[in-house]
């Protein structure tokens, strides 16, 4: 009898502990989350757990060629209201088996500043046949292609493409006509030179984007900002940690 019972006691602290601990680890990860970020941030995988996410300025695949100031670790941060506001869009397109992948989201001003100094140097044309070699690299600012200061810096802002559902590699993105972070007139909306096909994915993107409150960047396909966002005069520089 006395060994029954024990056996009871035994599973039911055991049950009682796994409980506990995944009560903690919950409000630990809430917790960490709340003493990194600023108030009204968040780590958007906390929010959208099947999103996609590869943070281009994290790594030397980009423009420059280098990883880019401010980027620690590869986490993808934005604004709460932008995150649930993405977290529709996902909803939206999964019963087609799409889902949404992340190039950029939350840029601290830091690397703002990096992409500035880096287009002072006219001599460095490492990355020029990928991502801009029909754009002149001293016209990329007056373009508008990049800027001093940018709106991913008030954290709202993010930059994204379509993939499928069970993408498990940099490869697998649907055809939008041209790459992220492409240079040139290819990667505009409007743009007629790309095929049915792409300009069809393009517009499923930017129907369902502007559905949820987010606006378009004509000039690329893949650039959206909320429209209502919380912080429109403010330009943060936390680090992406």
């Not at 620690?72 to 709460?80: E, W, Y």
């Not at 559902?165 to 972070?181: H, K, Q, R, W, Y």
């Not at 994915?201 to 409150?213: N, S």
Request: charged share 25%; glycine share 8%.
């Amino acid at each position: 009898m006395k060994r029954k019972l024990f056996s009871l006691l035994f599973r039911a602290s055991a049950v009682l502990f796994i409980i506990f601990s995944v009560f903690l680890s919950g409000n630990y990860l809430a917790w960490t989350q709340e003493k990194i970020l600023p108030a009204g941030f968040v780590y958007v995988d906390t929010i959208i757990p099947t999103v996609k996410v590869e943070l281009r300025y994290g790594t030397t695949h980009n423009f420059v060629g280098d990883r880019i100031d401010g980027y620690v670790v590869p986490k993808c941060i934005l604004t709460r209201a932008a995150a649930q506001a993405l977290k529709k869009v996902q909803a939206e397109l999964r019963p087609f088996g799409l889902g949404l992948k992340i190039y950029d989201a939350y840029r601290p001003q830091q690397a703002s500043d990096h992409f500035r100094n880096w287009a002072a140097d006219i001599s460095d044309m490492r990355r020029k046949a990928e991502f801009y070699p029909e754009v002149d690299k001293g016209n990329l600012f007056k373009d508008g292609y990049i800027a001093s200061r940018s709106g991913h810096s008030r954290g709202s802002t993010v930059d994204l493409t379509l993939v499928p559902l069970d993408a498990d590699s940099p490869e697998d993105v649907i055809d939008m006509g041209s790459s992220f972070d492409f240079f040139g007139p290819g990667s505009r909306w409007d743009n007629l030179s790309v095929g049915p096909g792409q300009r069809a994915h393009r517009m499923l993107l930017q129907v369902l984007m502007k559905k949820y409150g987010f606006r378009p960047y004509v000039s690329e396909w893949w650039h959206f900002t909320l429209e209502n966002e919380p912080f429109p005069d403010t330009y943060f520089n936390f680090p992406v940690q």
